[in-house]
Each structure stands twice: as structure tokens, then as C-alpha cells.
């Protein structure tokens, strides 16, 4: 018999990494989406900051991916490389202020303009 308080352990483990897999590791509520042709940009904000993560369309294979958020009268915060599951996160504080999302799969890319005002 498996004590009831290792299980809890072992299931707050196992659930993590999905958890994390989900939001790519963004804190907050997802709040936009920005859809293109080989993937998305997901974007989270808190009470203080925004965050970022591109998720491929299928997700698995190595390739080029990036991310960058850039909060109005700020410089952007980037994340660029070959990712299988995700580029990013890209979190920046944004308290009152519009912020503008870029990212890109492969060939494909998209951006939201300014968002979140």
C-alpha cells in the first residue's frame, strides 16, 4: 500500500510540467491570441507584467522560433533559437502600458500591434 501523502507528492510532480507546458511557462491570464499560419503567440498579463510564448502548430520538431515583447516607450525583450515546443517566456513589467507581441515559426510570423492599453 502506497501512503496517501506520497501519491499527493508524486501527482503535484507529474502535474508541473504540463501545467508548464501549457502556458509555456507564463504566469497570469492568457488574455490575447494571435493566430498565423505556422503557430501562435500567447499572451498573459498579471496585475504588473505581461508575458509571452510562441507555440508552433506542430510542436515536436526542432526549428526556428522567436518571440519579443515590447512595452510602449521600452526596448523589446526577445527570445530566438530552434525550440520544439516553444519560444519564450518573455515577460516585461507593463503597468498602465500598451505593449506590442512579434513572433515567428519557421517562415511564418505574426504581431499584435498595440495591445492591452
Known sequence: MVPAGLLLAAGGVLAAPVAEAAT???AGQR??????A???IRV???RTSVCAVTV?????TRQEMAVSVQPRGGAPVRDAGRF??????????AVSRCVYVKG?????SGDSGWILC
Open 56 to 60: 508552433p502548430t506542430r510542436a515536436g
Open 84 to 93: 520544439t515546443r516553444f519560444a519564450g517566456p518573455v515577460t516585461v513589467p
Open 31 to 36: 488574455t490575447t491570441t494571435v493566430a498565423f
Open 38 to 40: 505556422t503557430g501562435e
Open 104 to 108: 515567428d515559426v519557421g517562415s511564418g
Open 24 to 26: 509555456g511557462g507564463c
Open 44 to 46: 498573459y498579463r498579471t
